[in-house]
């Protein structure tokens, strides 16, 4: 069983990932589809013994080989259209969160908020308690609240990152001199654990993400605690 849940996405936490794991179903069904027919005229020729020595075109099964083809494509490529547009697009955010990558760490920026920034660093294995996971956990987590729009502005402070949650479906990269937004909406309170995805230098998987999702009223409570610190 544990074989099989690593070959899975991740449980979703957000909408996003939720039409994700949607269309990668959608996806997989219509290739089982594809590799039971295929799978079956192939072994269908080996074992039967029809044979046409002058038969040298059928123009109605050409006709089907080429339409069906196209019409499997376009039932994959109109919701995959549909998804890309909803991933783009950014709507009326309750709260916009910078994120920073450096060699090798996350910085945070609140800029709704006065005063609130910080570093987030990997916790080492030295310092690690019973309830962390190794490799993963962080002494400082993004801190949001869920229900609620969230708008993500990545960039970079030296090369390129990526900062990537998986199940929240949101992979941005950060780049160097740009700006990058992207947004999700958390669908339950948690742990969300991320890594960057772009191969940024020697320690590149050892800068992860933890987004902690609250409710709203202990998002104020949290707020009012950082300005005043």
């Not at 309170?189 to 993400?209: D, K, R, T, V, Y």
């Amino acid at each position: 069983m544990a074989t099989w849940k690593t070959l899975l996405l991740q449980d979703s936490a957000s909408p996003l990932m939720e039409q994700l794991s949607f269309f990668h179903d959608h996806a997989l069904m219509i290739l089982i589809i594809i590799t039971v027919l295929v799978g079956q005229i192939m072994v269908t020729l080996f074992f039967n013994k029809l044979t046409h020595r002058f038969l040298l075109e059928g123009q109605i099964i050409e006709i089907i080989w080429t339409i069906m083809p196209a019409v499997t494509l376009v039932f994959i490529a109109l919701p995959s259209l549909r998804l890309i547009y909803i991933l783009d697009e950014v709507y009326e955010p309750v709260i916009s969160v910078k994120a920073i990558g450096h060699q090798w760490y996350w910085s945070y920026e609140y800029s709704d908020f006065k005063n609130i920034e910080f570093d987030s660093y990997m916790v080492p294995t030295n310092d690690l308690e019973t309830f962390n996971f190794r490799l993963l956990d962080v002494d400082n987590r993004m801190v949001v609240p869920f229900e609620s729009q969230i708008r993500i502005i990545v960039t970079a402070a030296d090369v390129i990152h990526s900062w990537t949650v998986p199940s929240l479906g949101v992979k941005i990269d950060a780049t160097p001199g740009r700006l990058n937004q992207a947004s999700f909406v958390l669908s339950r309170p948690g742990l969300f654990f991320g890594q960057c995805s772009e191969i940024c230098g020697a320690n590149h998987s050892f800068m992860p993400i933890v987004v902690e999702s609250i409710s709203p009223k202990y998002f104020v409570n949290w707020v009012s605690k950082m300005i005043s610190e």
